[in-house]
């Protein structure tokens, strides 16, 4: 029989966040023969669900291993393997829009208990998944993000000043990047940062991510001096842009791993984090955990960030030793070893 594994590729019709990164990741380093599916153009929102849904399963054979890798999966596919990354539309549906809250609330728990195994990224969000749906541990397997190290690294001072010239960017600032939700904790970041920049006028916060109704909301937070919000930057000039950073500062309300945390530890940049969710089993003592809802915390942290003494310094070298821990290959070695001993069960 010609059985094999097949990867659900509708991750790659969008726009590129982390989770599409981390599939992307991955499957390019998989040495297995490997069939992707994806729609032929791009569909989002509904037009997705019903590719997915529909469409998707008809291509699947009975002696095939199909990974969902983004999220969702179609429920009609018993032989999968899905990969959840988080549970924050579970914990806090009012971060998102009602009709996503609905069907994922709806789809998820179906594919968890229908799937044969579910992955996750992280050990804290495997114990909220078994938290919520009630599903046996052995079926709930971590495999962790990575970071490419050819493409993170310290960098040259020449592409530091073209990066720097490109956005015009001041000398010294410090980095947060993400996509614009309220997830990401931007509005309690600017109001510690409005009581930091008086200290060091010529320091600037700089914010690079994508929108939506919370980027518009943050617009206005532009006119609001030291603070640079550069929307999407390209790929090529993220290297640079972490390099150049006095600091990187993430202190999500909740995050599933933190792939940009591992990516500013391998070029070099020390690390502001918080303390909630999966943020500490990435950072370990590599970074400065702080509480994401107390000001003092994060003012003292950006203090100590921009002030260059001898615990940044020791937290650089303790990042670059960091970022050798969780590579993609690694990732990818883990998760076509998990499908190719489910495809011989088959």
């Given at each position: 029989?010609?059985?094999?594994?097949?990867?659900?590729?509708?991750?790659?019709?969008?726009?590129?966040?982390?989770?599409e990164?981390?599939?992307?990741?991955?499957?390019?380093?998989?040495?297995?023969?490997?069939r992707q599916?994806?729609p032929?153009?791009?569909?989002?929102?509904?037009?997705?669900?019903?590719?997915?849904?529909?469409?998707?399963?008809?291509?699947?054979?009975?002696?095939?291993?199909?990974?969902?890798?983004?999220?969702?999966?179609?429920?009609?596919?018993?032989?999968?393997i899905?990969?959840?990354?988080?549970?924050?539309?579970?914990?806090?549906?009012?971060?998102?829009?009602?009709?996503?809250?609905?069907?994922?609330?709806?789809?998820?728990?179906r594919?968890?208990h229908?799937?044969?195994v579910?992955?996750?990224?992280?050990?804290?969000?495997?114990?909220?998944?078994?938290?919520?749906?009630?599903?046996?541990?052995?079926?709930?397997?971590?495999?962790?993000?990575?970071?490419?190290?050819?493409?993170?690294k310290?960098?040259?001072?020449?592409?530091?000043?073209?990066?720097?010239?490109?956005?015009?960017?001041?000398?010294?600032?410090v980095?947060?990047?993400?996509?614009?939700?309220?997830?990401?904790?931007?509005?309690?970041?600017?109001?510690?940062?409005?009581?930091?920049?008086?200290?060091?006028?010529?320091?600037?916060?700089?914010?690079?991510?994508?929108?939506g109704a919370?980027?518009r909301?943050?617009?206005?937070?532009?006119?609001?001096?030291?603070?640079?919000i550069?929307?999407?930057?390209?790929?090529?000039?993220?290297p640079a842009?972490?390099?150049g950073?006095?600091?990187?500062?993430?202190?999500?309300?909740?995050?599933?791993?933190?792939?940009t945390?591992?990516?500013?530890?391998?070029?070099?940049?020390?690390?502001?984090?918080?303390?909630?969710?999966?943020?500490?089993e990435?950072?370990g003592?590599?970074?400065?955990?702080?509480?994401?809802?107390?000001?003092?915390?994060?003012?003292?942290?950006?203090?100590?960030?921009?002030?260059?003494?001898?615990?940044?310094?020791?937290?650089?070298q303790?990042?670059l030793?960091r970022?050798?821990?969780?590579?993609?290959?690694?990732?990818?070695?883990?998760?076509?070893n998990l499908?190719?001993?489910?495809?011989?069960?088959?």
């Amino acid at each position: 029989m010609n059985r094999g594994i097949v990867v659900n590729a509708r991750f790659q019709t969008r726009r590129v966040t982390g989770v599409e990164r981390y599939a992307g990741e991955i499957l390019r380093r998989m040495q297995a023969q490997i069939r992707q599916v994806k729609p032929g153009y791009r569909l989002n929102g509904l037009g997705g669900h019903v590719w997915e849904q529909f469409i998707l399963p008809l291509g699947i054979k009975k002696d095939e291993i199909l990974w969902s890798p983004a999220n969702t999966g179609p429920i009609l596919v018993s032989n999968q393997i899905i990969t959840i990354h988080d549970t924050s539309f579970l914990d806090h549906p009012e971060w998102y829009q009602p009709e996503f809250v609905a069907w994922y609330q709806f789809v998820v728990p179906r594919l968890l208990h229908r799937a044969r195994v579910v992955t996750t990224v992280s050990s804290y969000s495997k114990i909220r998944i078994l938290q919520a749906y009630r599903i046996y541990d052995g079926k709930v397997q971590v495999i962790p993000g990575g970071v490419d190290l050819g493409q993170f690294k310290p960098q040259s001072e020449g592409e530091l000043r073209r990066v720097r010239n490109k956005y015009s960017l001041a000398e010294t600032y410090v980095l947060s990047l993400g996509s614009m939700q309220p997830r990401k904790n931007l509005p309690r970041l600017f109001d510690a940062w409005r009581q930091v920049h008086p200290r060091f006028p010529d320091v600037e916060l700089v914010i690079a991510g994508g929108g939506g109704a919370v980027f518009r909301k943050l617009e206005t937070q532009e006119a609001h001096p030291g603070v640079r919000i550069l929307g999407y930057v390209d790929d090529t000039d993220l290297p640079a842009l972490y390099a150049g950073a006095r600091a990187y500062c993430l202190i999500s309300l909740n995050e599933g791993f933190g792939l940009t945390i591992l990516e500013a530890m391998a070029c070099g940049t020390p690390v502001v984090a918080s303390n909630l969710a999966a943020l500490p089993e990435v950072v370990g003592d590599a970074g400065r955990l702080v509480d994401p809802l107390n000001a003092g915390e994060l003012i003292d942290a950006f203090m100590e960030m921009i002030a260059d003494g001898e615990d940044r310094r020791l937290m650089i070298q303790k990042g670059l030793e960091r970022a050798q821990q969780f590579t993609w290959e690694q990732s990818a070695d883990q998760m076509q070893n998990l499908l190719v001993r489910e495809l011989e069960k088959l």
